[in-house]
């Protein structure tokens, strides 16, 4: 047998390891030439669309691809691996039994170490991601709200989801709670010496104030949990250009908790805060009518909307620890500007802080 292209490795580590003979391995099928493209900013991975031209026709496989690889920088391979882990476990393991719109997989393959990952994807074009700093209308947000439903509904209170090894974010234990409070606060403090003279006072105060409860915020409510995406935002959302549909990717934040802390993140960053605090109830109304879809029936909507105003503290709690341990850049930290802002205004109105007080 004639080999058609040079051996290419199992997992690609860059963008000239993905030859013809790498794709037609995943896609078994013959393949004439493939074009990498690069796409996006690759802040913690590799991202690249691949047009692929194949030797017959294709009915059931498209033209193109999006392919994600581990990032190119071996600092930031090693600081993500975990993140890849997550993200291998979802598409292996979670995407089957979920039903949030995401995009259709083809290979998902990870090394033992975790620093070599690849994924396929379709290619979701002419779908546009969300921009997290200019913010979402009030259909995006009904969207994204209604979707995220479909991982929350399926995975609901299923105590198999508390050990799975996907987990980035584990809150199981008691310890693992007060940890990721200690670090909160840590967290905070490195905010705020790196963005707090471009914050006002007030927005300081409640910042320093919300990380200081976060242990008991988390221990609260434990019996009421989901697969949580643990970082659904507009940056992580592919709108379609009619607005008329939404899927949800970058699955390497996955953790077990409260699911209207999702909820609350999405509303609480990507609204801006006099559109949210008009559409607040409408959009939770929107989630629980989804979610109640999925046999819920335990669940009422009054308790979902106090979740939702506790889960609200998730905006400076991701938001500070986001900021703490990334690297800084321009738009980054305007994001992450932008986004505690508005988190902080939302815990305002929805009085988030007394009722955390009251756990």
Request: aromatic share 8%; with cysteine; proline share 5%.
């Amino acid at each position: 047998m004639t080999v058609r292209f040079p051996p290419a490795p199992s997992i690609p580590r860059g963008p000239t390891d993905v030859t013809p003979q790498w794709v037609e391995s995943v896609l078994a099928t013959e393949v004439r030439s493939v074009e990498v493209t690069p796409i996006g900013t690759g802040q913690t991975g590799a991202t690249y669309r691949l047009a692929v031209e194949y030797a017959t026709e294709q009915s059931g496989l498209p033209a193109t691809f999006a392919l994600k690889l581990s990032s190119q920088d071996d600092a930031v391979r090693e600081r993500v691996a975990l993140g890849y882990r997550s993200e291998h476990a979802f598409y292996t393991d979670v995407a089957d039994v979920v039903r949030v719109p995401i995009p259709r997989h083809f290979h998902c393959e990870i090394s033992d170490d975790g620093g070599d990952f690849v994924l396929l994807l379709a290619d979701m074009a002419p779908a546009v991601q969300g921009d997290q700093i200019a913010g979402c209308t009030a259909d995006e947000a009904e969207l994204a709200v209604r979707a995220l439903a479909g991982l929350h509904g399926p995975t609901w209170c299923d105590p198999k989801w508390s050990e799975f090894e996907g987990l980035v974010m584990s809150t199981a234990t008691e310890d693992a709670m007060k940890g990721l409070g200690d670090v909160a606060v840590m967290a905070a403090q490195m905010t705020l010496e790196r963005l707090g003279s471009r914050m006002t006072s007030e927005d300081r105060e409640l910042i320093t104030e919300a990380m200081s409860v976060v242990t008991p915020w988390l221990m609260a409510d434990r019996d009421r949990f989901a697969l949580m995406h643990g970082d659904y935002r507009l940056d992580n959302l592919l709108f379609t250009p009619d607005r008329s549909h939404v899927t949800v990717v970058d699955w390497q934040t996955l953790g077990v908790g409260l699911p209207a802390r999702d909820l609350a993140y999405f509303t609480g960053t990507s609204l801006m805060p006099e559109t949210r605090s008009v559409l607040d109830r409408d959009l939770v109304t929107a989630y629980f009518a989804e979610l109640s879809g999925y046999g819920t029936a335990d669940y009422d909507f009054d308790t979902c909307w106090r979740d939702y105003r506790v889960g609200m503290l998730q905006v400076p709690f991701l938001s500070v620890l986001g900021c703490a341990f990334s690297i800084s850049t321009e738009r980054g930290d305007d994001m992450m500007l932008v986004m505690m802002e508005r988190g902080c205004q939302a815990i305002r109105d929805l009085g988030s802080l007394d009722l955390v007080r009251a756990l």
